[in-house]
């Protein structure tokens, strides 16, 4: 049994189908890479992993339990705790304005855990080392660069102990400098063996960093394999497309 099995996965936005029969494994450590053109469905089957969308049909395991069975969903109790084992790093990094930087990794364990503030605070201050931003703890987001702010984003994906991080297209708000900072934390993450699933548009990232690649188009998965079968020697015309393209800008 895989880490996380996607089967048939299906959704739909009124008329519009957006997601189509989508089926795919993860293992555990794997860093799976998710490229495609923009509207190929990439984010929305991202954000049904941890239930930000309902899909209506389909099924998704995470480790051995089921989120959705066939369309239908786990109880709340069930779906709280299989989603507990999923952080999601997003694109507009998502940080509360009026909270410091440390303030914003320590409130979801505040919160929701009801953990001592002892335990939070030194693990906030771990990661924020981390992801090499210790000295900015007591900074307000607004102080802080794009990178910088997305590198805080990634710490407060971690405070929560996930066993998979989710990226979504975490570097398109960013300029070439700042997408480097964050690819490097990234990176480490892969190096240490987190299992990750990542929307992006970075093909060096997914290449040279992601073990699997997906290729999506029209909400449906065209193309699949290593990033040397995928980048070298793809099957799918579509892909090929979308490849030279890519590289070519």
Same mark, same amino acid.
């Given at each position: 049994?895989?880490?996380? /099995?996607?089967? =048939?996965?299906? @959704?739909?936005?009124?008329?519009?189908?957006?997601? @189509?029969?989508?089926?795919?494994?993860?293992? @555990?450590?794997?860093?799976?890479?998710?490229?495609?053109?923009?509207?190929?469905?990439?984010?929305?089957?991202?954000?049904?992993?941890?239930? &930000? /969308?309902?899909?209506?049909?389909?099924?998704?395991?995470?480790?051995?339990?089921?989120?959705?069975?066939?369309?239908?969903?786990?109880?709340?109790?069930?779906? *709280?705790?299989?989603?507990?084992?999923?952080?999601?790093?997003?694109?507009?990094?998502?940080?509360?304005?009026?909270?410091?930087? *440390?303030?914003?990794?320590?409130?979801?364990? @505040?919160?929701?855990?009801?953990?001592?503030?002892?335990?939070?605070?030194?693990?906030?201050?771990?990661?924020?080392?981390?992801?090499?931003?210790?000295?900015?703890?007591?900074?307000?987001?607004?102080? &802080?660069?794009?990178?910088?702010?997305?590198?805080?984003?990634?710490?407060?994906?971690?405070?929560?102990? +996930?066993?998979?991080?989710?990226?979504?297209? +975490?570097?398109?708000?960013?300029?070439?400098?700042?997408? *480097?900072?964050?690819?490097?934390?990234?990176?480490?993450?892969?190096?240490?063996?987190?299992?990750?699933?990542?929307?992006?548009?970075?093909?060096?990232?997914?290449?040279?960093?992601?073990?699997?690649?997906?290729?999506?188009?029209?909400?449906?998965?065209?193309?699949?394999?290593?990033?040397? /079968?995928?980048? =070298?020697?793809?099957?799918?015309?579509?892909? *090929?497309?979308?490849? =030279?393209?890519?590289? =070519? /800008?």
């Amino acid at each position: 049994m895989s880490f996380i /099995e996607v089967r =048939n996965l299906q @959704k739909s936005f009124g008329p519009l189908e957006v997601l @189509k029969d989508i089926s795919f494994d993860v293992e @555990k450590n794997d860093v799976l890479a998710i490229i495609g053109p923009s509207g190929s469905g990439k984010s929305t089957m991202l954000r049904s992993l941890i239930q &930000l /969308e309902q899909v209506g049909g389909g099924s998704i395991l995470v480790d051995g339990d089921y989120l959705v069975n066939n369309g239908v969903y786990a109880n709340p109790a069930d779906s *709280k705790r299989i989603n507990g084992k999923m952080g999601m790093v997003f694109q507009q990094f998502n940080l509360f304005p009026h909270l410091t930087v *440390k303030q914003n990794l320590e409130l979801a364990p @505040k919160l929701v855990k009801k953990e001592k503030a002892k335990e939070y605070s030194e693990r906030a201050v771990e990661l924020l080392e981390k992801v090499g931003l210790a000295a900015k703890q007591d900074e307000l987001p607004s102080r &802080l660069s794009g990178g910088q702010k997305q590198r805080v984003a990634i710490a407060r994906a971690l405070m929560m102990n +996930p066993e998979i991080l989710l990226f979504d297209e +975490p570097t398109s708000a960013l300029d070439p400098q700042l997408t *480097k900072e964050v690819l490097h934390v990234m990176k480490n993450l892969a190096e240490e063996h987190m299992t990750m699933i990542v929307v992006t548009h970075e093909m060096e990232f997914a290449s040279n960093v992601a073990n699997r690649v997906i290729f999506m188009a029209d909400g449906m998965i065209v193309e699949s394999g290593s990033p040397d /079968e995928v980048f =070298n020697t793809p099957k799918q015309l579509r892909t *090929k497309e979308f490849l =030279n393209y890519e590289m =070519n /800008e």
